[in-house]
């Protein structure tokens, strides 16, 4: 059983979630990547090789250094995949709709900015932890794979601090003109 299951999905695309499609897309887990592969070669999930899934997300996602945790007294960052930032925002965000919203990443599909914190870390968390895994697994290294072909081929996120300043900054000009 994956994150997905584990989770409901939300619904929200009010305009402050929408702002974070347009400064701050969430981050794929490694359980997100055939799907949104397949989506995106517009094949069957099951007929996607892994060279097809490191490609295909490479072509539209960055490396991102990702979120700074601590164990103990030793903190370490958990490099994560995320959709590719335009100058309009998301790749996939367009006239005020996600494109892949059925494949969308976990980051983006199940976390918005009206669920509780205890709710968002705890999704948060189970994330982090699933990519961690990955990172270090022998068996599937997809999402290792992936990463490095994003960051090989100067496909780099925006640094966090960067990404939320411009994310609140839009989330303060949205209440401005409520």
């Not at 590719?84 to 976390?111: N, Y």
């Not at 496909?155 to 003109?177: M, T, W, Y």
Request: charged share 30%; net charge neutral.
């Amino acid at each position: 059983m994956g994150l997905r299951e584990d989770f409901e999905r939300t619904k929200c695309d009010c305009l402050k979630c929408q702002a974070g499609c347009k400064h701050k897309p969430g981050m794929l887990i490694p359980e997100d990547l055939r799907p949104l592969a397949a989506h995106l070669l517009d094949k069957p999930v099951g007929e996607v090789s892994d060279k097809e899934i490191i490609t295909a997300v490479a072509e539209v996602c960055e490396a991102s250094d990702g979120a700074l945790v601590q164990a103990g007294a030793r903190r370490f960052r958990i490099p994560t995949i995320v959709p590719r930032l335009t100058k309009s925002g998301c790749i996939f965000f367009e006239d005020g709709k996600c494109k892949i919203h059925e494949v969308a990443p976990f980051g983006c599909s199940h976390v918005d900015l009206h669920m509780g914190r205890k709710d968002g870390d705890a999704r948060s968390y189970k994330a982090h932890e699933q990519i961690m895994l990955a990172w270090g697994s022998r068996q599937s290294n997809n999402y290792r794979l992936t990463w490095t072909a994003c960051k090989l081929d100067g496909h780099n996120s925006l640094p966090l601090q960067v990404k939320a300043a411009n994310f609140q900054q839009a989330l303060d000009k949205i209440e401005e003109e409520e």
